[in-house]
């Protein structure tokens, strides 16, 4: 496991302070705000915590306030309902006394049903791609981009902010975790969540000319939810297949899916994005 990966398995692992309340710490880096797959992903931490049978199948999702990055979260959990089949939390999550985050989840006892899926798109293998340090380097990011991640991605034609002029709003890439994981399937679900917030957004705006740098444009996740269909590994290759079906009065909308190698689609997810335009500074 790299360094990376393991002081991102260290915020997963959250302090249990009373009864169904989590205290989540912060990585020590330069962030105006929280990341919001670092609150979604500890959320769900803080709910699978509380939860004695099932695996968890949906999660649903709202961005409330700007997260502090300087001192911790405390997440508490509602004991919504306990099923033989289903078992259902909401989470909280609490800054300066104020929610910036909430949650609700459900996990389910595994049983057998009707099959079919979408089939996975024909991109190139991620072996075959360039890895991101390289794409970053040819793009000439700034400091924010060029940082290692916990989570390694191939980018199928390239990053999806190196280029200025419109494009359709479909992106692809490989993602995994920079690393082995333990065997827990709610590790490797909270893993898939931090990263399904690390490019989702970017596919709302690639119709569009924008950017980042010129004071023009404020961006931000607003909900997230996500569906997990069967069983899969973090640590393994996963294309990230995302489209943008609509953007339309400051928002705009982003759907995901991943597959694994083996071509089944393991995670659906859909995010709303603020996405704003002001007036450039002076």
Partial sequence: M???LELLVDLLDLEQVEVDIFRGTQPDEERQRVF???????ALVAAGRTVEHGVVHSLHSY????????IPILYEVDRIRDGKSFTTRRVVAIQHGRAIFNMQTSFHRRESGFEHAFPMPHVPDP?????????????DAGELEMRR???EMRFVGGLPWGVREPRPPYKQLWIRADGLLDDDPLLHACVATYASDMSLFDTILL?????????GFMGASLDHCMWFHRPF????????????????????MARGFLYDRAGHLCVSMVQEGLARVISPRR
Wanted: aromatic residues 10%; hydrophobic residues 35%; glycine residues 12%.
């Fill in 233 to 252: 590994r973090a640590d393994e290759w996963l294309l990230f297949d995302t489209d943008s079906p609509v953007a339309y009065g400051a928002r705009g």
């Fill in 207 to 215: 119709p569009h000319s924008i950017d980042w740098d010129d004071g």
């Fill in 127 to 139: 072996e075959s791609l360039p890895t991101f340090e390289e794409l970053v380097g040819d793009a």
């Fill in 63 to 70: 961005f409330l306030r700007p997260g502090d990055p300087k």
């Fill in 149 to 151: 991640h916990p989570i």
């Fill in 36 to 42: 919001g797959g670092q609150v979604a992903a500890q």
């Fill in 2 to 4: 790299g360094e990376d």
